[in-house]
């Protein structure tokens, strides 16, 4: 993983800040640095995605088909299977060949989130019906945010000694 740059680590530092002081999920934050309409937090439930936070530019009541997402035609299941799904133009993207939202989502970048236990909790994602690219250093911003959000989500009861 990339090292942070001065002010990448400074934005690493307000997010956590801004985490402490208003909570889950802080998606304001993390969205207001790249082009893409929506910053989204999924859970993982069965073989569903459940949207738990989302933020969107424009202000809109989450739609419908972005509150539960099937397993098999979520982006989403990139991330888990690969560790991270990076891409700035599905449409183009031989790797989405025959998926039912190649071409409709414009860019997708996301990254897994664990829980306390370190089991896959779900993602946490960048995405935008048209196409955008994600600078690296937000990438590698998106990461370190990926590793301290988990704190802040629901957790699953530690079981006493």
Avoid: I
């Avoid at 073989?47 to 539960?68: C, I, Q, S, W």
């Avoid at 998926?99 to 990254?111: A, N, P, R």
Wanted: charged share 25%; with cysteine; glycine share 8%.
């Amino acid at each position: 993983m990339r090292a942070l740059s001065d002010p990448m680590r400074e934005a690493l530092e307000a997010y956590k800040a801004l985490l402490e002081a208003t909570g889950p999920a802080g998606l304001a934050f993390l969205n207001a640095r790249v082009p893409h309409r929506y910053t989204a937090v999924y859970r993982l439930d069965g073989a569903v995605l459940r949207n738990v936070h989302l933020f969107d530019k424009e202000g809109v009541v989450t739609p419908d088909f972005l509150e539960t997402v099937p397993l098999q035609d979520s982006f989403c299941q990139f991330v888990m299977r690969d560790g991270g799904f990076t891409c700035d133009d599905t449409a183009s993207d031989r790797r989405l060949d025959g998926h039912k939202y190649q071409g409709v989502m414009g860019s997708y970048h996301g990254l897994p989130l664990l829980d306390n236990h370190g089991d896959l909790y779900g993602t946490l994602c960048h995405f935008d019906t048209e196409r955008y690219a994600l600078p690296d250093e937000e990438f590698a911003l998106l990461q370190k945010v990926a590793r301290v959000l988990p704190a802040y989500l629901n957790k699953r009861p530690v079981p006493a000694p």
